[in-house]
């Protein structure tokens, strides 16, 4: 076997997501490749969350529907997870808290991880550590592995005597296991060899992507799950000298980041769909006054509040068209964590060299859960600032005029405080110098100047991956965190000869029209994979090259797609065009 | 030296004639010219109503926002620049209403801008609909049958936010206002000075007569306090036969800026960015 997945299921305010997070990172620091992702309800105690962790000995991109492993804290998990433990699977259950009848084909592991816990750290709580130690107990690794990670995540927080009672909860488990089971057939993995990787999910990378532009000031009101960067940031504030502002509301937040831009710092804020929503006439005033601009759109299923704590991606649409009026702007929807920091250090340079708004979209999924990657590579990462003036250049300078007319539609972008460039930036149309007009020919020169703009960043933006076959039977369209499942689900086709190309759209604006003619045009079999309802990157396709795709795979119940899922929807497809 | 002349743009502002929104600007104007502030040393921020015009007609750096929103992006231009002197200016619609959750915030941040609203108790720009300020039973184009809820008190609500600098002055003393305004840019902390500024054409209750037959100096009554909070408060309330001006409280705390260790040594507009080293936030993720 090359990989396998495991899963905890208990109430929230137990621990969960630090251990689930913790067996991951022991795999990391161990030379293998892991996914992992979260689900919870909209709550603090109680309800019902999950943790679940793939571990491969090879790149994977997603979790898969099959667990291996799954970790039962309550009744409740039991319940809603034994159908998806494999066939000879596990599952370690709190003996005495827990309870289970026999399930056919499963190997069940009772425990008293509660007992244990309070036997040897004291603590209920740490009964998730007792259960780390006992899935140990059923892979072929070397304990030490967890250990060290248990020793890494709390000794920075809690100190060594923490750390050591915890790493004792979790050798206790290990121990229970390995010598009540003796002859259960133990998961076989193997390390390719220790190579120093990530561990790190969208929103932290994001966020690292930010700090390495240089942005200065970030505000945010807090909102799941875009949340995560403004605390990581705000972690950081000191280190890097960065202004991290929390805010009464969304508006304060998204004028905030203007105001500070026009000032002459980077700034960007983040928020979900709602928050967008109460961002949205100021990301027309960004617009209009040519402020630079980047805002993070980690989106979750609306309308209204929606699904809090889950995934979708329904607010392309309104990302495309947010705000009155007509005005150019930029979307980059980054499909995995290399994207999220890359395109976020991308976003700070088109956004300061066109002087816009820059819309990062991104997802629950993307946002939260945590992918292997190689260390980022950073050499040769340059920031550009366009045409900001200098001090220096700005003294020589006579009859300056901020919304010059030029042929790229980029104008001269000076600061206050600089003495010979004082201008206005205002919400209302203006003419050259900022002054309010509402003649007819500085509103045509305005606008026209404003969307020349886009013409040559198209030039610039790349807005499309392709993967896979060119040539093959099924061409899958997408974007955004949908990237991992289809990379996975292409793996588990190949295996079954079914030969799939993946065209990804990076850039919904600008949108890469010729690079999606090129390789849908002549496409046997077109199929738009969404996590939505309506398949609205299908329409923007459809309005930007006239290609209508053939089939539809789409999901809106809140989760993300499993690469299974995937291949059967497919499957079905050529089925179906079979008959 | 900054001379009034060098303030004044070439564009004549277009606001009613006797409108109480000249004697700010006037008062702004001259403020600057006392303080000897360089002009491209100060930007005035503004929102949106006859107030957010002002902007256009003072020889600053200026950034026009949008309704209600020039606070957060003052705030802001100071938090990034803080060597620069901010001045935001709204109307009470602006600031009092649509605006009102960043009005309350910005007080107790404490960042070292100086707000100026001018208060009509009117909305003008939108040809007369009632105001937050604008008096119980006060009737207008939105309240044909006269306004049913009582007026917003700035003044009390400041107080309450934990404000620093809280006046209000007259746009019919000019004299008056530019003292207020020095001190309300002297200050360190955010200072709020509202401004009973007639309108001429849409407010027909508050007139200049109406305010001339009331107001007082509170600076003229030796007994008053404006470092007593529950003074302040006590006339706070007085509206109506008197209705004091001047300086209502004052009280010297730290800004927000002077808690950010960020910007302890130099602005971050100053800070360079060319090459941030992400070197240890990489390794924190292996």
């Given amino acids: 076997m090359s990989e396998f997945s495991w899963k905890i299921g208990g109430e929230a305010g137990y621990g969960i997501m630090t251990t689930g997070f913790i067996l991951g990172k022991s795999f990391v620091r161990a030379g293998f490749f892991v996914f992992d992702t979260n689900e919870y309800p909209s709550l603090i105690r109680g309800g019902h969350n999950t943790y679940t962790v793939r571990i491969s000995e090879d790149p994977v991109f997603s979790h898969s529907k099959k667990i291996d492993i799954l970790v039962a804290l309550t009744d409740i998990a039991i319940e809603k997870h034994k159908k998806e433990v494999r066939k000879d699977g596990f599952i370690i259950y709190d003996e005495g808290f827990v309870n289970v009848k026999e399930l056919k084909g499963i190997n069940l592991i009772p425990v008293p991880l509660t007992k244990i816990a309070i036997e040897k750290g004291g603590q209920n709580i ?92 970030y505000a945010a009101y807090p909102m799941t799950p875009a949340s995560s960067i403004l605390h990581y940031l705000a972690s950081k504030e000191n280190d890097y000298n960065i202004i991290v502002k929390q805010t009464e509301d969304e508006i304060a937040a998204i ?14 804020t983040g928020t979900s769909g709602g928050g967008f929503s109460l961002m949205t006439e100021a990301l027309g005033l960004a617009a209009i006054t040519e402020t630079p601009l980047v805002v993070v759109l980690a989106q979750r299923p609306g309308p209204s509040t929606g699904l ?40 700070f340079n088109i956004a300061e060299k066109y002087q816009l708004p820059v819309i990062i979209i991104t997802d629950k999924f993307l946002a939260e859960s945590h992918a292997t990657t190689d260390p980022f590579f950073i050499d040769g990462m340059k920031i550009d600032r366009g045409q900001l003036l200098s001090e220096d250049k700005a003294k020589n300078i006579q009859d300056y005029k901020r919304y010059e007319n030029t042929i790229s539609g980029i104008s001269l972008r000076a600061l206050p405080s600089q003495e010979n460039t004082i201008f206005k930036a205002a919400t209302d149309e203006h003419d050259e110098y900022g002054r309010l007009s509402e003649e007819p020919a500085d509103r045509i020169i305005q606008v026209d100047k404003r969307f020349r703009k886009m013409k040559v960043l198209e030039t610039e933006i790349d807005g499309a991956k392709f993967y896979g076959d060119k040539d093959a039977e099924v061409i899958i369209v997408s974007w955004g965190s949908t990237k991992g499942p289809i990379l996975e689900a292409m793996k588990l086709l190949h295996k079954k000869d079914i030969k799939v190309g993946f065209l990804q759209i990076l850039y919904i604006i600008p949108f890469p029209v010729n690079k999606t003619k090129s390789f849908l045009e002549d496409a046997k079999k077109k199929i738009l994979i969404e996590n939505n309802k309506t398949g609205q990157l299908g329409s923007v396709i459809k309005e930007k090259t006239g290609i209508d795709m053939d089939y539809k795979i789409l999901k809106y119940d809140g989760r993300p797609f499993t690469p299974e899922e995937i291949v059967s929807q497919i499957e079905e497809v050529l089925i179906h065009d079979k008959l | 030296m900054t001379s009034f002349e060098e303030l004044t743009t070439k564009e004549r502002p277009t606001w009613c004639p006797g409108c109480g929104d000249w004697g700010i600007l006037t008062a702004l104007k001259k403020a600057l010219v006392e303080l000897n502030l360089p002009k491209h040393q100060v930007v005035v921020v503004a929102g949106i109503g006859c107030s957010g015009h002002l902007p256009q007609w003072i020889n600053t750096y200026a950034f026009h926002s949008l309704h209600g929103r020039a606070l957060p992006v003052a705030q802001a231009i100071k938090l990034a620049n803080h060597e620069l002197n901010v001045i935001a200016v709204g109307g009470d619609g602006d600031g009092y209403g649509i605006g009102m959750g960043h009005f309350i915030h910005a007080m107790r941040r404490n960042v070292n801008i100086t707000y100026i609203v001018h208060d009509n108790q009117i909305y003008g720009l939108t040809t007369g609909q009632a105001s937050p300020t604008s008096e119980k039973g006060f009737k207008t184009k939105s309240t044909p049958h006269g306004q049913i809820e009582p007026p917003v008190n700035p003044i009390a609500l400041a107080l309450s936010a934990d404000c620093s600098f809280v006046a209000r002055g007259f746009a019919g003393d000019v004299p008056h206002l530019v003292k207020l305004i020095v001190q309300g840019i002297q200050h360190k902390g955010f200072a709020l000075i509202d401004v009973l500024q007639p309108c001429v054409t849409f407010n027909y209750l508050n007139t200049f007569d109406y305010f001339y037959r009331r107001i007082y100096k509170l600076e003229e009554d030796s007994s008053y306090d404006p470092t007593n909070k529950q003074e302040a408060f006590k006339r706070a309330f007085e509206w109506g036969e008197r209705i004091p001006i001047g300086l209502f409280y004052k009280e010297n705390r730290k800004t927000y800026e002077d808690e950010l260790p960020q910007i302890s040594q130099m602005p971050l507009v100053k800070q360079k960015i060319d090459f941030v080293d992400i070197k240890n936030l990489i390794e924190e993720m292996c």
Avoid: W
């Fill in chain 1, 255 to 268: 004028h905030m980041a203007i105001g500070a831009s026009f000032a002459g710092v980077r700034a960007m």
């Fill in chain 1, 126 to 217: 740490m009964r998730n550590n007792v259960a780390l130690g006992a899935s140990f107990a059923l892979i072929d690794v070397d304990p030490e592995i967890l250990y060290d990670a248990i020793r890494d995540t709390f000794k920075g927080k809690k100190g060594e005597d923490i750390a050591q009672t915890n790493i004792n909860v979790a050798k206790a488990g290990y121990e229970y296991v390995l010598e009540k089971f003796q002859n259960i057939n133990k998961i076989k993995i193997k390390s390719n060899g220790k190579q120093k990787r990530m561990y790190i999910n969208g929103n932290e990378a994001i966020a690292i992507g930010a700090i390495k532009a240089g942005c200065k000031f």
């Fill in chain 1, 308 to 347: 809090p704590t889950h995934t979708e991606q329904g607010d392309l649409r309104f990302a495309m068209h947010a705000s009155n009026g007509e005005f150019p702007r930029v979307i980059v929807a980054p499909g995995d964590v290399n994207e999220c920091f890359y395109e976020t250090f991308n976003a």
